[in-house]
């Protein structure tokens, strides 16, 4: 078992959701905490929460706004987050949002802003703390991928791209890393009951009425609670898994395709229409 206890994680997307989760498991388990997030109201109640823990009194917790799309701002992250911690054990990668919609509904702009968080993000926060992280004496990457890192429905062009990206990207470099102190791990969540869905971007074609109705849609299957899903992926991490799959949902889609790679989708989109 990896021990956690007196390590130090930074954990992006911390402000609500999984990356909220993910901290307060790390925190119980006396981790200290470095957190960003662009919601700075949201992220200080939530470094406010895991302080004001009894496990947590000996912790060190410190918060940053932080949008991971903004490459000067990673790259200035290191040493604000040094100069709190003085170390950097783990790095989770969490940060993310959603963009529905067909590839012909959606606009280039949009496809570029999710890639900017959810991919180049992730690659991004990687380059800044890798320096960092081989001064460990054992260190961890934790890459958030998705469902839609395992599978590709119809309707999620951009979000897929992004996470099978995530996905191919912490394996190749997984397989970089073999012979060093840095673990890879990347983790694919099924329906976590996150705002997400609620928060994603529509194409400026539809109605109002036809965006709330695919919002709904698409929240309606998610209903793991985020810090169920935080501590399975942290249990995940203590056991230095590669590969964490959070969820029923995940775990059957997964089987699914490796069963039917090519045709997984005339099964599992029966469901969906259902």
Same mark, same amino acid.
């Given at each position: 078992?990896?021990?956690?206890?007196? !390590? @130090?994680?930074? =954990?992006?997307?911390?402000?609500?959701?999984? /990356? !909220? /989760?993910?901290?307060?498991?790390?925190? !119980?388990?006396?981790?200290?905490?470095?957190?960003?997030?662009?919601?700075?109201?949201?992220?200080?109640?939530? @470094?406010?929460?895991?302080? /004001?823990?009894?496990?947590?009194?000996?912790?060190? +917790?410190?918060?940053?706004?932080?949008?991971?799309?903004?490459?000067?701002? $990673?790259?200035?992250? %290191?040493?604000?987050?040094?100069?709190?911690?003085?170390?950097?054990?783990?790095?989770?990668?969490?940060?993310? $949002?959603?963009? #529905?919609?067909?590839?012909?509904?959606? &606009?280039?702009?949009?496809?570029?802003?999710?890639?900017?968080?959810?991919?180049?993000? +992730?690659?991004?926060?990687? !380059?800044?703390?890798?320096?960092?992280?081989?001064?460990?004496?054992?260190?961890?990457?934790?890459?958030?991928?998705?469902?839609?890192?395992?599978?590709?429905? %119809?309707?999620?062009?951009?979000?897929?791209?992004?996470?099978?990206?995530?996905?191919?990207?912490?394996?190749?470099?997984?397989?970089?890393?073999?012979? @060093?102190?840095?673990?890879?791990?990347? +983790?694919? %969540?099924? #329906?976590?009951?996150?705002?997400? &869905?609620?928060?994603?971007?529509?194409?400026?074609?539809?109605?109002?009425?036809?965006?709330?109705?695919?919002?709904? *849609? *698409?929240?309606?299957?998610?209903?793991?609670? %985020?810090? @169920?899903?935080?501590?399975?992926? =942290?249990?995940?991490?203590?056991?230095?898994?590669?590969?964490?799959? =959070?969820?029923?949902?995940?775990?059957?889609?997964?089987?699914?395709?490796?069963?039917?790679? +090519?045709?997984?989708?005339?099964?599992?989109?029966?469901?969906?229409?259902?």
């Amino acid at each position: 078992m990896l021990k956690l206890a007196g !390590r @130090t994680a930074v =954990v992006t997307g911390a402000a609500g959701g999984i /990356g !909220r /989760g993910i901290a307060l498991a790390l925190a !119980r388990r006396g981790c200290h905490v470095a957190l960003a997030d662009i919601d700075e109201a949201a992220l200080a109640r939530t @470094t406010a929460e895991i302080a /004001g823990q009894e496990s947590a009194r000996s912790l060190r +917790v410190s918060h940053y706004r932080l949008d991971v799309a903004n490459r000067a701002a $990673v790259a200035a992250l %290191p040493a604000q987050m040094m100069a709190a911690h003085g170390a950097v054990d783990i790095l989770v990668n969490n940060a993310g $949002v959603a963009l #529905g919609g067909t590839f012909l509904e959606i &606009a280039e702009s949009d496809f570029d802003w999710l890639l900017g968080i959810n991919f180049w993000g +992730v690659v991004q926060m990687t !380059r800044a703390f890798l320096p960092l992280l081989s001064n460990s004496e054992e260190a961890r990457i934790v890459n958030v991928s998705s469902l839609f890192g395992l599978i590709a429905p %119809p309707g999620q062009t951009a979000y897929a791209a992004s996470k099978f990206a995530v996905r191919g990207f912490s394996e190749s470099l997984r397989h970089e890393l073999a012979d @060093t102190r840095i673990g890879v791990t990347v +983790v694919h %969540p099924g #329906g976590i009951a996150t705002s997400i &869905a609620k928060n994603a971007r529509m194409p400026a074609s539809l109605s109002d009425d036809e965006a709330a109705k695919r919002r709904t *849609f *698409f929240d309606s299957f998610l209903t793991m609670p %985020p810090e @169920t899903a935080g501590e399975i992926i =942290v249990r995940g991490v203590e056991r230095r898994k590669a590969r964490i799959l =959070v969820g029923s949902d995940a775990k059957y889609a997964e089987l699914v395709e490796r069963l039917m790679p +090519v045709n997984y989708w005339k099964w599992l989109g029966r469901g969906g229409k259902k």
